[in-house]
């Protein structure tokens, strides 16, 4: 079981940077691939970024390669979403998750943080 807590959210411009801090608690954390996902107003969950469990391969959405990094500290139990160059359409709850494999895909996502709001004004 892993718990997990994102924060670093709020308001930025178009243009602007935000980074996700996304704190674990649990057993056995280094060994989960770890996921951000995001949830705009009247769309579906989408995939954002993955890494697997030692950091050593990550994916990205084609909409946002190029502007976000993911990555991890497994010494502080926390993983990491660098956004740059944030564009309104960027704007949604972003969600950090844990899983059995790295994947763009929700399927292998088992647990879940509470979400912290980004908002991108133009």
């Known amino acids: 079981q892993v718990q997990l807590v994102e924060s670093g959210g709020g308001l930025v411009q178009a243009g602007g940077s935000l980074r996700l801090s996304c704190a674990a608690s649990?057993?056995?954390?280094?060994?989960?691939?770890m996921g951000w996902f995001r949830q705009a107003p009247g769309k579906e969950r989408e995939s954002v970024a993955s890494?697997?469990?030692?950091?050593?391969?990550?994916y990205y959405v084609d909409s946002v390669k190029g502007r976000f990094t993911i990555s991890r500290d497994n010494a502080k139990n926390t993983v990491y979403l660098q956004m740059n160059s944030l564009k309104p359409e960027d704007t949604a709850v972003y969600y950090c998750?844990?899983?059995?494999?790295?994947?763009?895909?929700?399927?292998?996502?088992?647990?879940w943080g509470q979400g912290t709001q980004v908002t991108v004004s133009s």
């Open positions: 890494i697997s469990g030692s950091g050593s391969s990550t």
């Open positions: 998750a844990a899983g059995y494999y790295v994947s763009l895909a929700t399927d292998p996502y088992h647990w």
């Open positions: 649990g057993r056995s954390y280094s060994a989960y691939a």
